[in-house]
């Protein structure tokens, strides 16, 4: 079974900290790694990544991907407090039958920026 | 460009009862895909639509089905509705290309089974 692990489950940091969140992942037939930033409802899509080694960023998030050692981090600098949202990782993989995909979440990091 | 958009927002069942929520993807994107986020379990796959087809389904009882009509557009059911399926259902929508599969969420639909 495939398995997202995030952590820490929550943080609370003051503004212009510096956090880094993990994602582990154990997953078959691995496609990509995908970030999501969750406000209110609708998670929405920070990055994805696909090799190793190689860091995305924009602005004061960064992401890079581990795919030997099974991991991912997201690092958030100089921190806001409209930073402050829960933290998804997720993992996309693909399964049997004629190109079905999947995305598997982790429970998601919870980040309260405070002022 | 609008986004995915899911109707209801927000709705109150009893036990029993069944549901039917819908979701209008993103112009030109053929994949719907459906999740249950809640407090506990975070978000679990229920089920992918692509072109009408069901590509795959996540491990949910056959009290959850779902379908796809020809303008891409998705539902999904829950019938004989119990307490534990009191969630958030969120939808997404992609172009599913072989390279990339970049999900855009619609903002959910809140269920609560009293």
């Known amino acids: 079974e495939d398995k997202v692990v995030q952590s820490p489950l929550s943080l609370v940091v003051h503004e212009g900290d510096t956090v880094t969140l993990n994602c582990s992942y154990e997953v078959t037939n691995f496609r990509s790694l995908l970030w999501y930033k969750q406000e209110k409802k609708a998670p929405t899509f920070l990055f994805m990544l696909?090799?190793?080694?190689i860091e995305k960023k924009s602005g004061r998030l960064s992401s890079i991907l581990d795919k030997k050692e099974l991991f991912s981090i997201l690092n958030i600098t100089a921190t806001q407090t409209g930073d402050s949202a829960v933290y998804l990782c997720a993992v996309e993989a693909t399964y049997s039958g004629a190109g079905s995909y999947q995305l598997t979440f982790g429970k998601g990091t919870k980040l309260s920026v405070i002022p | 460009k609008a986004g995915v958009t899911q109707t209801p927002r927000y709705l109150i069942k009893t036990r029993g009862q069944q549901v039917t929520l819908s979701c209008s993807p993103i112009?030109?994107?053929?994949?719907v895909s459906w999740y249950q986020q809640t407090p506990g379990q975070g978000l679990q796959f229920l089920f992918e639509?692509?072109?009408?087809?069901?590509?795959n389904k996540g491990n949910f009882p056959g009290r959850f089905s779902g379908r796809q009509f020809s303008n891409s557009r998705s539902e999904m059911n829950v019938s004989t509705l119990e307490l534990g399926d009191s969630a958030l259902y969120l939808c997404?929508?992609?172009?599913?290309?072989?390279?990339?599969?970049?999900?855009?969420f619609g903002a959910g639909s809140r269920l609560t089974v009293l």
């Open positions: 639509y692509f072109s009408e087809t069901q590509r």
């Open positions: 997404a929508s992609s172009y599913r290309t072989a390279g990339a599969n970049v999900l855009t």
């Open positions: 112009s030109g994107h053929r994949s």
């Open positions: 696909t090799s190793s080694g």
